[in-house]
């Protein structure tokens, strides 16, 4: 408002409110928020206002809102205080691109000089007032009790809600439970359903702190699918502009149903299932049939990534983020644009591009550009299209964003990692598929995925809206989809738990009493406590009902619990004799199948393949080195239940069988030699063979194996409790089944109460029985005697990561002493490096020499560890997964290490350019904790750092922030 309007607007007052007004005004503009708002040309949104109000007042604030709504404007204030008071400020972040990137903006404002970045790469200005670091160095920091948390007056957590991450979201809390009290902590997380339970956390571990939630999108999102060449809008129009601008439906839980989507496209979806059920035709399932013979339009189709690219730029849509949850789709993505001649940037572009790109790669040695694809990287670019994924080389990723933010890139086909802070705003976002594998399966994209993807669509002060696109796919429900972009139920859930480094660290400060104090007030067991609320009140409703079915049990004749009592007991003496059984005849049966041997003709007793047929392989697992059959631990699940043989059928068919079709066991009834030259493979060969196979037993009928007496029909102990329960008075009831009907939901309810009391003690103090067995543990391996932690214990305080312990123990047994620095690489490669999808550990090539005992070692000593786990049961808690060392990289770390070229390297790796630059960083960090950890005079500690100075060469070397 202007001094103008002002002046008019007070004049309707009286002299008090006038008075009043201005001393507001003279408040408003001494305060440190008002000097902020001069460094901004837009207004700041409510939510911005009321969360640095609130700062500038002292408390701590989370902040829950969308993405691209601008929460880091926070973040930024908490810097601007802490330069105005003359203290520091620490900006956190999850990854290192997002430090990098923070840093580069906070450079821009305040200069080099005030501003700071600590990685794991990179270190420079750690002291200056205002340091951004990823969220892993803080806690090292807050462990080691480093100076430079001197004079700290904030610490903003920028993307919170990654402590829900199940691999690194304990550091989260670790740091919240950690810092001192006088530091004030500023929270910036996604939209999440639970912020107030999160909040209420915060306030109990940190003090005062205010939650501040929004949903409103600055920028509306209007969401589309696109079914062949046309698109259609998701929700009806009624609907659309309400959950645009992110606006909570009145009277309702804000979800989507049928009632609110396009009817247009449910009857589009109705009309593809009709055509599914109606049988393929012409029109499968995989077929893109545009029209049918009669002129009406027929299915729609997934549309190609180019028609995509080609509708968003004809209708104005770009640029735009096309999410594709694969490396090698996003690849596979730009190569189709550049065959299709797809071009988005005109000649003035192309040349920015050019120049842009070059100064950027500059550093980059001539030879390994061709060696990163660098040529046709460029080209893409030039067109104005890019890849963003997690194998690109780091240096390449940051061009991508740089452009993008710019305006030169129009189409970016990514990963999810992009929508992890990077500042990467499109007018569109694209989801291909809502299917993406998470690590382990195929699994729906959830809610908030789904809103953190398409959050990137609308760019503030640039766009009037953004558009969120959902490519058709043959089975798109469009009500689960509506579902999807509507829900706001994606709770916020605790990763926290105790590691080996957390418990010596947390002993060495405070002792093991306060320590487990300490524990007890993470998020986790704040959650696990909340939640024993409501289990108790489904205990207490349980017991009610149990007191109504007693009474409904009881029988005038006689004590029917007594009654029920020998009817259970026996019923689970049959069923203990079926499951012997059952058992004893597997067993029989497998033992049969391990005598088969290829030329055995034999009748196959069940399934589909029942009948004549001839072994050629009795599908025995492999002996192991202690001579025993590995069934139930085979790689994959040949082995699981037994031998699997192959067999030739007498219909020429060649199929592995299991121990299903074997319900009795099986004899040879003849011997058929089986011709070298035959091929499985040739159908000629199974003929021949199959026919040879009926000529020789054609005419033999299988002996029909004749079922034993049932073991119940002569156990005395059935024999007895049938007595029992014919001679119990309440056996003559009239209404002894009615009774017994109530008994048995009488029953259920007790198994049912009786595990929800279980679950209730089991969530009491679950992280402090944790971190108790933990130092259990690390006292029987002489890393902790009571409160004191031992010179092995603070060795092992000195070494971070999954592997903690076993890099203490390799350290402790001198495993890698003696060896060179590429063989300690090779080695220290094992802690930190994780194969993707089911690699064969036996498939892995290993470096020869010293290396490759010292690794076996390494993996002898994780296997005793792993037993004290099991025997101090941390196996059995709740979310405890400590992963094997992992040798898939160790030959590329020793051939780096000894100087071998890029080329080579990637070559021989089989690895994307950008996997290597992150593993081998992170082989950079764990060789830097060997180094610190090692004794001082030691063999080690030299070869550590010599590996570091080997390994820090060339790609790895210029892969860093400029």
């Known amino acids: 408002m202007t001094d103008q309007n002002l002046s008019s607007a007070d004049e309707n007052l009286s002299p008090s409110e006038r008075y009043a007004a201005a001393r507001l005004r003279a408040k408003e503009e001494a305060s440190a928020l008002h000097a ?9 949104d409510e939510f911005q206002v009321e969360a640095c109000q609130a700062l500038e007042g002292g408390e701590g604030v989370l902040v829950a809102a969308p993405t691209g709504s601008g929460k880091t404007i926070v973040g930024e204030f908490a810097v601007h205080l ?29 200069g080099p000089d005030r501003v700071g970045l600590l990685t794991g790469d990179n270190t420079i200005n750690s002291e200056a007032p205002v340091v951004v670091m990823t969220t892993e160095v803080l806690r090292n920091m ?3 009790s480093s100076s430079t948390l001197t004079g700290l007056g904030y610490v903003v957590m920028d993307e919170v809600h ?68 046309r698109m259609y809008d998701l929700f009806t129009s009624r609907v659309a502009e309400e959950r645009a601008s992110g606006r909570k439906r009145e009277g309702g839980a804000g979800r989507g149903g049928e009632a609110d989507v396009n009817p247009e496209l449910v009857r589009l979806a109705r009309a593809e299932l009709d055509r599914r059920g109606a049988g393929r035709g012409r029109f499968d399932n995989r077929g893109r049939g545009r029209s049918m013979p009669n002129g009406r339009p027929g299915r729609a189709w997934t549309p190609s990534r180019v028609e995509v690219i080609d509708r968003l730029d004809a209708e104005g849509l770009l640029p735009a983020i096309t999410f594709i949850f694969s490396r090698a789709g996003c690849e596979a993505a730009v190569q189709q644009c550049l065959h299709a001649g797809l071009r988005l940037n005109n000649d003035a572009e192309r040349a920015e591009v050019r120049t842009l790109v070059e100064s950027r790669t500059v550093n980059i040695p001539p030879e390994d550009l061709h060696v990163l694809g660098y040529f046709e990287w460029l080209d893409a670019l030039e067109r104005g299209i890019a890849a963003h994924h997690a194998g690109m080389l780091p240096t390449f990723k ?31 976002v694209v989801m291909e598929k809502l299917v993406k594998w998470n690590g382990e399966t195929h699994a729906d994209v959830t809610p908030g995925e789904y809103t953190q993807l398409t959050g990137r669509a609308g760019r503030r002060g640039i766009d009037v809206e953004g558009h969120a696109v959902v490519l058709w796919q043959s089975n798109l ?40 104090e300490l524990l007890e007030t993470s998020f986790a067991q704040f959650q696990a406590d909340r939640s024993v609320v409501g289990i108790a009140r489904q205990v207490q409703r349980n017991e009610e009902g149990l007191a109504g079915y007693r009474e409904a049990v009881t029988c005038h004749l006689g004590d029917f619990d007594a009654y029920m009592g020998l009817r259970r007991a026996l019923k689970d003496r049959e069923q203990s004799l079926a499951r012997e059984g059952q058992a004893q005849r597997r067993a029989s049966a497998s033992d049969s199948l391990e005598k088969l041997r290829p030329g055995d003709i034999i009748h196959v007793p069940s399934g589909r393949f029942a009948g004549l047929a001839l072994v050629l392989d009795p599908g025995l697992p492999p002996v192991s080195r202690h001579g025993t059959r590995g069934y139930g631990n085979g790689r994959g699940h040949d082995y699981q239940d037994g031998p699997r043989p192959v067999v030739l059928t007498a219909e020429r068919q060649v199929k592995r069988l299991a121990m299903i079709d074997f319900p009795v066991p099986v004899e040879p009834i003849e011997r058929l030699r089986i011709p070298k030259s035959f091929n499985p493979r040739s159908p000629q060969s199974r003929r021949d063979l199959a026919s040879a196979l009926r000529q020789k037993a054609g005419h033999i009928d299988p002996e029909r194996t004749r079922r034993g007496r049932a073991a119940a029909a002569d156990d005395p102990e059935i024999a007895r409790l049938r007595a029992e329960l014919r001679a119990h008075p309440c056996h003559g009831c009239d209404e002894r089944e009615d009774h017994a009907r109530w008994g048995e939901r009488y029953d259920r309810l007790k198994r049912d109460t ?80 994780e194969s993707r999808g089911d690699d064969d550990p036996s498939a892995v090539k290993l470096p020869e020499g010293k290396a490759r005992p010292a690794l076996d070692t390494m993996r002898q000593i994780w296997g005793h560890l792993d037993a004290l786990e099991e025997q101090h049961k941390l196996s059995t808690m709740e979310g405890w997964v400590r992963r094997e060392p992992d040798l898939g990289f160790a030959f590329t770390a020793f051939r780096w290490a000894s100087g071998d070229s890029l080329d080579k390297v990637l070559r021989e790796a089989d690895l994307p350019a950008g996997d290597f630059v992150r593993w081998t960083r992170q082989l950079i960090d764990v060789l830097g904790q060997i180094q610190n950890a090692a004794p001082a005079d030691g063999e080690v500690r030299a070869a550590a750092r010599k590996a570091v100075d080997a390994v820090r060469r060339g790609i790895i070397a210029y892969s860093s922030v400029g």
């Open 36 to 44: 902020f708002r001069q460094l901004y040309d837009f207004p700041l």
């Open 477 to 516: 429900d469009p009500s689960a989809l509506a579902g999807l972009a509507g829900t706001r139920t994606y709770p916020l859930r605790s990763s926290f738990k105790p590691s080996y480094n957390m418990a010596v660290n947390l002993v060495s400060q405070f002792g093991r009493h306060t320590a487990r």
């Open 82 to 110: 802490a330069l105005n008071q003359g203290r520091k400020c620490f900006y956190t972040t999850p990854i290192k691109a997002l430090s990098n990137q923070k840093y580069q903006d906070l450079v821009k404002r305040y």
């Open 754 to 833: 009786e595990q929800l009391e279980r679950r209730m003690r089991s969530r009491t103090h679950t992280i402090a029985r944790t971190f108790d067995r933990v130092c259990a543990l690390l006292a029987d391996l002489d890393y902790l005697e009571g409160d004191s932690v031992t010179e092995h214990g603070k060795r092992l305080g000195r070494l971070y990561g999954d592997l903690d312990l076993l890099a203490s123990e390799c350290l402790r047994e001198g495993v890698w002493e003696g060896l060179s620095p590429a063989e300690l690489a090779a080695c220290a490669s094992a802690l930190v490096f």
């Open 162 to 229: 990654y402590l829900a991450d199940r691999f690194r979201g304990a550091v989260w809390e670790e740091v919240i439970i950690h810092l001192p009290e006088s530091v004030t902590l500023v929270s910036l997380s996604a939209t999440v359903s639970n912020a107030e339970e999160f909040g209420d956390w915060l306030d109990t571990v940190r003090g005062g702190t205010k939650v501040i939630v929004s949903e409103h999108r600055p920028v509306p999102l209007w969401q589309h699918v696109l079914a062949g060449n």
């Open 398 to 428: 940051e061009v991508v964003e740089e452009l993008f933010q710019r305006g030169l890139c129009k189409a970016v086909f990514a990963t999810e990692t992009l929508a992890l802070g990077i500042n990467m705003p499109a007018r569109s």
């Open 142 to 144: 807050l462990y080691a």
